[in-house]
């Protein structure tokens, strides 16, 4: 224990508010509307999130319990290590990191997404294969590259840079997720008709809401980045329930904003039937203009940020806590003098 490497106390509430709803909202929300509505309509969409996000609060009392009893680097992996042993702690620690680091290249690939939509003259060269349908392109692979490298430079330089920076991204996405919501609202050719009828005609209401709670897992993950960095808090883990559940509420609102948006601009059922590459982009484009497509890749921009930038900062934090508990080697636990 005299040995043991212990993290700095340095991040502020409302950067670890942050991290979680930055890694919460991501990619998808500005991505996917146009496909979750073919599934369960503007209205399913939106409820089914809003039950998702009740859900996610049962997980969220138990972490702020856990927060409060644990407050250490290493979130489920340091509770499992404490409640469950060894062996619970190693198969625990490695499918989140797995599993954070896949969200990472998911997000670096899908800033090399937006660029392929935005500037496809630039993006299609350096042709590599097709797969399922679809082109890559090896300036794809530089893009996404030199996403991954930025973000780990950046988070080399510690969590007090990390997490203002954070900051920066979220309020930024906040900001135009709600701008461009009034900003559709505010066109004479869109509006609430567009969002008729609520769900899709060929099944039930509880169908199509049902298949957006069984993927809300998915569009969450990221609130639990939270106890991953519960022991550089610089204040009281009391209030890491407070903030976790602030986290999710607003995530419910952004994927409800964005869904809102899509569905205003133009009849939803044609934006479906038509299917474009980025059906919200289109939409937006052709509602708002170059200004209303800036806002949204500039939003979607910020939205890759916040996950690569969360989810870099977990998975480094598992790496840490899994070597001070020496299940990897202890080169992991080595801090920087500086940083």
């Not at 942050?18 to 503007?42: E, H, K, R, Y």
């Not at 039950?51 to 489920?76: D, H, K, N, Q, W």
């Not at 590259?145 to 203002?164: V, Y």
Request: proline share 4%; with cysteine.
């Amino acid at each position: 224990m005299e040995n043991r490497q212990t993290l700095t106390r340095t991040l502020k509430p409302h950067w670890v508010w942050a991290i979680a709803l930055g890694s919460s909202i991501g990619w998808g929300a500005f991505v996917q509307p146009t496909n979750w509505m073919a599934d369960a309509g503007p209205l399913g969409v939106m409820i089914g999130f809003a039950i998702g996000g009740a859900l996610m609060l049962v997980i969220a009392v138990s972490y702020g319990f856990l927060v409060r009893s644990f407050p250490v680097t290493g979130g489920e992996f340091a509770y499992a290590f404490v409640s469950l042993g060894r062996t619970h702690a190693f198969i625990s620690g490695w499918f989140l990191t797995l599993g954070y680091i896949c969200i990472v290249a998911l997000n670096a690939s899908a800033l090399a997404l937006m660029f392929k939509f935005v500037f496809p003259s630039f993006i299609e060269n350096l042709h590599l294969y097709d797969i399922a349908g679809w082109q890559v392109y090896g300036m794809e692979i530089l893009i996404a590259s030199a996403a991954l490298l930025i973000f780990g430079l950046m988070n080399i330089r510690g969590a007090n840079f990390s997490g203002r920076m954070q900051f920066v991204f979220c309020s930024i996405m906040v900001l135009g997720v709600v701008l461009l919501t009034f900003l559709v609202g505010g066109q004479p050719e869109a509006g609430f008709a567009n969002v008729q009828p609520s769900f899709p005609t060929d099944t039930t209401a509880f169908a199509a809401i049902i298949v957006i709670v069984a993927m809300a897992p998915w569009a969450f993950v990221g609130f639990d980045n939270i106890p991953q960095a519960a022991e550089e808090f610089n204040f009281s883990s009391k209030k890491a329930y407070s903030l976790i559940v602030l986290a999710i509420i607003f995530a419910v609102l952004l994927y409800c904003l964005m869904t809102l948006a899509t569905a205003m601009a133009a009849p939803w059922e044609a934006i479906v039937a038509e299917n474009p590459l980025w059906g919200t982009g289109t939409v937006i484009q052709d509602t708002l203009g170059v200004l209303g497509l800036s806002i949204l890749v500039i939003a979607l921009t910020m939205g890759i940020f916040t996950g690569l930038n969360g989810f870099t900062i977990s998975t480094s934090r598992l790496l840490f806590a899994m070597s001070r508990a020496k299940i990897i080697p202890g080169q992991f636990s080595k801090l920087h003098p500086k940083y």
